[in-house]
């Protein structure tokens, strides 16, 4: 199974030296892959490749760039330029934003999520599948009077959305690799999540979806101390109805029910339930809430379970 981390370091003096370093440290873990999620700040691609290129061997992806604000011929390039630099080992992952940034940050309307995530997805993959597109939708128009292929990059580049809801599973299973979903309990991805992608995919005569599920986690003996912060960390959550949503299916009331702490027996214990659950891999976040000892303690476990 694969097992990663992800890794954030904006708070050290150098973003990107910090970074490399965090995933040297991964990958003598015994840890598979490295996701880096995207913000207002540093550039999540740009991140992959680099660290990438450091550490050979490990599986790198972007968790998640919103759809809105981009444009699929950006991201494409963006993509498939990290793709030739890791030789095939970036994941691309997608996401429908929130309404909050999306206004605020942007200046664009959050309407019609879904339909632009569809149109989005569909440019986008004749774009590294082919390195060419013509697609003229209601809501963007991606065509290549150039061509935009990537040479090193003919290997494509797997497409992932941070779905959770009915309506982006659908669209994710239609026309998607698979999905990140964060917040989402082994209950609801049994009961939920899992088979409305998988059913969807089936329609469309996709191949069988990757679940990439991604855990709030740390293995720590001061389960109650790490459980406070996690409740503070992961409040902002709540507000956003999807995943309030999700959380519920998942059978808890805050976010941070959803964070798996404790020790070792504990967290590989619920790393088996996500497996059963439907999860084709898994990887933690905010593992350095509880301090370095225990984010490595963290990471030693899971470069275990990842063996």
């Given at each position: ?6 890794l ?7 973003q990107?030296?910090?970074?490399v ?18 913000t ?10 680099i660290?990438g290129?450091?550490v050979p061997?490990?599986?790198v ?11 699929p011929?950006?991201?494409s390039?963006?993509?498939?330029t990290?793709?030739a ?8 992952g ?5 309404k909050?940034?999306?206004e605020?940050?942007f200046?664009l ?6 339909a632009?995530?569809r ?6 993959r004749?774009?590294v ?7 003229h939708?209601?809501?963007l ?8 292929r ?22 994710s299973?239609e ?18 999540v ?20 991604l855990?709030?986690?740390v ?19 709540e507000q956003?109805?999807?995943y309030?949503r999700?959380i ?12 798996v ?7 590989e ?15 933690f976040?905010?593992?350095e ?6 984010r490595?303690?963290?990471?030693r476990l ?6």
């Amino acid at each position: 199974m694969t097992v990663g981390v992800a890794l954030n370091a904006s708070d050290a003096p150098n973003q990107v030296d910090a970074t490399v370093r965090l995933v040297q440290e991964a990958a003598e873990f015994g840890l598979t892959s490295a996701w880096f999620g995207q913000t207002f700040g540093a550039d999540s691609p740009q991140l992959a490749e680099i660290v990438g290129r450091e550490v050979p061997g490990l599986q790198v992806g972007t968790s998640a760039i919103p759809v809105f604000g981009r444009h699929p011929l950006l991201v494409s390039s963006q993509a498939q330029t990290a793709q030739a630099a890791t030789h095939g080992r970036y994941h691309l992952g997608l996401a429908l934003g929130t309404k909050l940034l999306t206004e605020s940050g942007f200046g664009l309307p959050f309407e019609r999520p879904i339909a632009r995530l569809r149109e989005f997805l569909t440019a986008l993959r004749q774009l590294v599948d082919t390195g060419t597109a013509d697609f003229h939708g209601e809501l963007l128009t991606a065509t290549t009077p150039i061509p935009a292929r990537v040479p090193g990059a003919e290997s494509g580049v797997p497409l992932l959305v941070a779905a959770m809801g009915p309506q982006a599973l659908r669209a994710s299973g239609e026309l998607a690799d698979g999905i990140l979903p964060y917040l989402a309990g082994p209950r609801a991805l049994a009961d939920h999540v899992v088979p409305a992608l998988t059913a969807a995919a089936e329609g469309a005569g996709r191949p069988t979806p990757r679940i990439v599920a991604l855990v709030p986690g740390v293995v720590t003996d001061d389960v109650d101390g790490v459980r406070k912060k996690a409740t503070e960390n992961l409040a902002f959550y709540e507000q956003i109805p999807s995943y309030a949503r999700v959380i519920e299916l998942s059978g808890g009331r805050r976010a941070a029910d959803l964070a798996v702490i404790g020790d070792e027996k504990t967290v590989e214990a619920e790393v088996r339930r996500y497996r059963d659950a439907g999860a084709t891999e898994v990887w933690f976040s905010g593992t350095e809430i509880a301090g370095e000892a225990d984010r490595r303690r963290t990471w030693r476990l899971l470069g275990e379970l990842a063996g």
